[in-house]
């Protein structure tokens, strides 16, 4: 195993995490719409252990980067006073955090997976 299987599996990992804390989370909510945000989110971030374990390829690295720094913003702009999504800033919990930080090592991680496989496709 070399050190991009590695990166993959880590990667694939992280994903899981945050997609697992995501969906407890929507099962804990309140709110309808957190809820279906969660899950479903949640749901998909867990597929993306799929995409990264099996190599299916720049295009599903690419999206499942997308939906991850979607997810991130969303954190971010909820968290700021009178925002244009909920209209009031929501509170910093440690699970958000935890859940934060998977995802950002996920965005990093393929960033750096993207960059690899552009090498090595440009080196053939």
Do not use: C
Not at 44 to 53: D, E, L, R, S, Y
Not at 90 to 105: D, K
Request: no cysteine; proline share 2%; charged share 15%.
């Amino acid at each position: 195993m070399n050190k991009i299987d590695i990166l993959f599996y880590v990667a694939a990992a992280t994903t899981a995490i945050a997609g697992i804390i995501h969906v407890v989370l929507g099962y804990d909510s309140g709110r309808i719409n957190t809820q279906i945000l969660f899950v479903v989110g949640g749901i998909a971030q867990i597929f993306w252990v799929v995409p990264m374990v099996r190599k299916w390829g720049p295009v599903w690295y690419s999206v499942g980067l997308g939906g991850t720094v979607i997810f991130i913003l969303i954190w971010v702009i909820t968290r700021i006073p009178d925002n244009f999504i909920t209209g009031r800033g929501g509170r910093i919990s440690y699970n958000g955090i935890l859940t934060e930080v998977f995802q950002i090592a996920f965005v990093g991680m393929v960033i750096a997976i993207l960059v690899l496989e552009k090498k090595r496709l440009s080196q053939k």
